[in-house]
Nanobody
Framework: QVQLTESGGGLVEPGASLTLSCVLS????????VGWFRQTPEKEREFVAT????????YYRDSVEGRFTISRDNVKNTVYLQMNSLKSEDTAIYYC???????????????WGQGTQVTVSS
């Protein structure tokens, strides 16, 4: 059974940093791309970042480019999302997901975690 577990969310002030983790079990980790998405009550789930199985290819949404960094450790079956210079508009539930290829589209991912809440507020 494929399972993704996110962690690392929390409440931080604007300008702070957080690192989210996503641990995958139940499928060969190094064979799949992993993406991070986020969702608020007002918006549909949106793409944040993605990384190829090798880690050699990454994509980011424009609003996080330069502030967020996605990386993976194929030995630990874990993908990380390092988030710096956080803004109030980054507040959301963050989800990780796995898929066959690197894509910014939700439809390209077939397994999802339960999400971790990130709140940026003073």
């Amino acid at each position: 059974q494929v399972q993704l577990t996110e962690s690392g969310g929390g409440l931080v002030e604007p300008g702070a940093s957080l690192t989210l983790s996503c641990v995958l079990s139940g499928r060969p980790f190094r064979s799949y791309a992993v993406g991070w998405f986020r969702q608020t009550p007002e918006k549909e789930r949106e793409f944040v970042a993605t990384i190829s199985w090798s880690g050699g290819t990454t994509y980011y949404r424009d609003s996080v480019e330069g502030r967020f960094t996605i990386s993976r450790d194929n030995v630990k079956n874990t993908v990380y999302l390092q988030m710096n210079s956080l803004k109030s508009e980054d507040t959301a539930i963050y989800y990780c997901a796995t898929g066959k290829g690197v894509t910014t589209q939700k439809a390209g991912y077939d397994h999802w975690g339960q999400g971790t809440q990130v709140t940026v507020s003073s």
